[in-house]
């Protein structure tokens, strides 16, 4: 039985909806070109740039893929966090909270803010390091 992978921008259903978009791009270019009238002075310009125009778009689309896909990972990573804080300051807050049960919360917190931190910094020194 194979295994279930997640969608991303490397995985063959992308990569299949790239070259169609491609595809589809460099085809309409020469059926454009095919039905301007035969003494048009750049037609034959037009059909050798459809091979161009098909990996110009296949790659426009990948890359598209991946900023949309990397950004939902973000939003769903900011929106993990700010649902752990919230139940934690639920807790730190709460009238009903034991001392002890408000002592974890507050440790579970700054280990949060912590874990917060190091992920932003090694973003940072990966766009640092890429430069």
Known sequence: MRSAQP?????????????????????????????????????????????????????G???????????????????LFARAERSLLRI????HSSVEARGRARADLESLHLQRARLDLERFNTVVLKQ
Do not use: C, M, Y
């Open 7 to 59: 969608a991303g921008p490397t995985s063959r259903p992308d990569a299949i909806s790239a070259g169609a978009i491609g595809a589809g791009g460099g085809t309409i270019l020469v059926v454009i070109a095919n039905n301007l009238p035969s003494d048009f002075p750049h037609q034959s310009w037009i059909v050798l740039l459809a091979p161009w125009v098909s990996v110009t778009l296949a790659a």
């Open 61 to 79: 689309w990948t890359r598209l893929r991946q900023i949309t896909s990397d950004r939902r990972k973000e939003r769903e990573l900011n929106n």
């Open 92 to 95: 730190i807050n709460g009238p």
